[in-house]
């Protein structure tokens, strides 16, 4: 809606279809006022021009270039301002923030025109803004949608699947929310042990048959991860402190596919900081 001497001289709506976000909206809005500041000035050469929005997050993302979900539209909107102060340089543009309440007569109106707008039908020609908010949670159910269907086929038999215990959602799988707020390498460790791709002797008979695959503590041949967590004489301590409190039986299942198995493993790979990445060589300057 747009006003000269605080007298309403015209409005224009937009439809965005139904994947705009209401952040795409505020930020479309905001890019629609500076072309109708530019088609006014255009015919009436005016120095001051005050644009009001009601959503302050709006307001500061409208002149950020840089990458985030609504930048099409800073992009629209900066573009037609370094138009507008290049050519009307005694002009002045001010962006405020405006209470949302209907009270507010021109709010009301506001709202009314969004009502009819949103309620009419879409124009023959209508094009989805295809906004990178809309992008990302499409994409994102997508890649989930993709990976529900493995998780449906595959042979739910292996060891990594005992942290996915149900098809993937998006969340976070119990034994990881267990896990949260652990050291780098604890949680690396962790996940390799899970994935069986670990620094342990069974990894190695896979991929370098030529290399020693026994355990490194006691001998065992070949190292696996159930013999680290659940034999291994070197770990009985700390395994009967964290892990046999919480899954008496030691259960990889129970260990990989609870939050507390996560946060019993965590602490356990900590203190032993078992099949953890081995050291790099000392630096030697020769
Ligand atoms: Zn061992």
Not at 259 to 282: D, H, M, S, V
């Amino acid at each position: 809606m747009y006003l000269v001497k605080q007298a309403k001289i015209g409005q224009s709506t937009r439809q965005l279809g139904f994947s705009a976000t209401d952040f795409d909206a505020d930020l479309c809005a905001l890019a629609s006022a500076a072309s109708q500041a530019q088609l006014h000035l255009n015919l009436n050469q005016v120095t001051n021009v005050t644009i009001l929005a009601t959503n302050p997050a709006a307001i500061q993302a409208i002149t950020n270039l840089r990458p985030h979900p609504g930048q099409s539209f800073s992009r629209d909107f900066c573009s037609t301002l370094t138009q507008i102060l290049s050519v009307f340089r005694n002009t002045r543009i001010t962006i405020e923030w405006c209470p949302s309440e209907v009270s507010i007569a021109g709010i009301r109106r506001c709202i009314d025109l969004a009502r009819d707008a949103a309620s009419a039908p879409l124009p023959p020609n209508h094009q989805e803004p295809n906004t990178i908010a809309f992008q990302k949670a499409t994409s994102k159910q997508l890649a989930i949608s993709v990976w529900q269907a493995r998780w449906h086929n595959a042979d739910r038999r292996t060891q990594a699947f005992l942290a996915l215990p149900t098809p993937p959602s998006g969340k976070l799988p119990p034994v990881i929310h267990g896990a949260t707020g652990a050291s780098r390498t604890a949680s690396a460790t962790l996940i390799r042990l899970i994935t069986g791709h670990a620094f342990i002797g069974s990894y190695t008979a896979r991929f370098h048959p030529h290399k020693p695959t026994h355990c490194p503590e006691c001998g065992v041949n070949p190292q696996t991860v159930g013999h680290v967590i659940q034999h291994c004489p070197r770990y009985a301590h700390a395994r009967a402190t964290y892990l046999a409190p919480v899954t008496p039986d030691l259960s990889l299942s129970s260990l990989f596919g609870t939050k507390e198995g996560g946060e019993a493993l965590i602490k356990f790979l900590e203190i032993t900081k078992a099949c953890f990445r081995p050291n790099e060589q000392a630096f030697d300057p020769g």
